[in-house]
C-alpha cells in the first residue's frame, strides 16, 4: 500500500488530488467533533464513504492525515491573513479602524476556512506531540507574527489616548483574542441565528466600548 500511496503522490492526478482535498475536509469535520485522541481512522473512513484500508491509499497514519491538515491547509491560510493584516496597517485609516477590520478579517478566515483553522485553535498546536517539526514552528511564528500585529495596534491606542492605560495591553490583547479564539465552539456556516458579520459587530462594539478612555 505504501508503493501505491508514493505512485498515487508522484502521478499527482487531478482525481487522486480531489479525493484527498475531500478526505481531509471530512477528517477536518472528525477531529472536530471527537477531538484528534478520540478520533479514529475508522470514524474518518465512515464520514468518508469507504473502509479503513482505503484511507492508506492517502495517508500512512491518523498522526500523517492530522499534520497534513495543517501543514497542507492551515499553514496558507495564516499566510494570507498576515498578508492581509500588513496590508490593512498600511491604509489611511484611524488606529481604531485597523483594529477593528483586524477583528472582521480573522472572523471572516475562521467562516471561509471552516474547520481547519478553528481546529487549529481546538487542538492548540503549541501543546501537540509534533510541535518541534520545522512546518509546526513555523505556524506558531505565524501565528504569533499575527497576534503582534494586534497588539501593536493595542499599544498605539494607549499611546494615542483613545484606549485607557489602567489596563495592561497584553491582558487587552488577551481578552480580545479570547473573544474571537473561543467562537470555534459555536460559530458555524450555514444559516444560524447568529453569523460571522452580526459576531464582529457585537465583539467590537463590546470589546471598544469597554476599552475607550472614558473622556476619548
Not at 485522541?37 to 464520514?47: K, Q, S, V, W
Not at 501537540?128 to 503582534?148: G, I, N, V, Y
Request: glycine share 4%.
Amino acid at each position: 500500500m505504501s508503493r501505491r500511496r508514493r505512485s498515487a503522490q508522484n502521478e499527482s492526478s487531478p482525481n487522486y488530488q480531489a479525493k484527498r482535498r475531500e478526505l481531509l475536509r471530512d477528517a477536518a469535520i472528525v477531529f472536530q467533533e471527537k477531538g484528534y485522541e478520540a478520533a479514529t481512522l475508522n470514524d474518518i473512513a465512515e464520514r468518508f464513504g469507504t473502509d479503513r484500508a482505503s484511507i492508506y491509499y492517502y495517508f500512512a497514519s491518523k498522526k500523517e492525515l492530522f499534520q497534513a491538515l495543517f501543514h497542507d491547509v492551515v499553514s496558507g491560510v495564516l499566510d494570507e491573513n498576515i498578508t492581509a493584516a500588513e496590508a490593512v496597517l498600511a491604509l489611511d485609516l484611524s488606529t481604531a479602524e485597523k483594529l477593528r477590520r483586524l477583528v472582521e478579517l480573522q472572523l471572516l478566515s475562521y467562516e471561509n476556512n471552516y474547520p481547519y483553522v478553528y481546529l487549529y485553535i481546538q487542538e492548540d498546536m503549541a501543546k501537540l506531540e509534533f510541535q518541534s517539526t520545522p512546518w509546526a514552528k513555523d505556524m506558531l511564528r505565524k501565528t504569533k507574527r499575527f497576534e503582534k500585529i494586534v497588539s501593536d495596534l493595542l499599544d498605539d491606542l494607549v499611546a494615542e489616548g483613545t484606549f485607557r492605560g489602567d489596563i495592561p495591553t497584553p491582558l487587552m490583547a488577551k481578552a480580545l483574542f479570547g473573544m474571537i479564539n473561543w467562537t470555534h465552539r459555536w460559530l458555524k456556516p450555514g444559516p444560524r441565528k447568529v453569523n460571522a458579520k452580526q459576531t464582529i459587530d457585537a465583539f467590537c462594539s463590546l470589546f471598544f466600548e469597554g476599552a475607550l478612555k472614558p473622556d476619548a
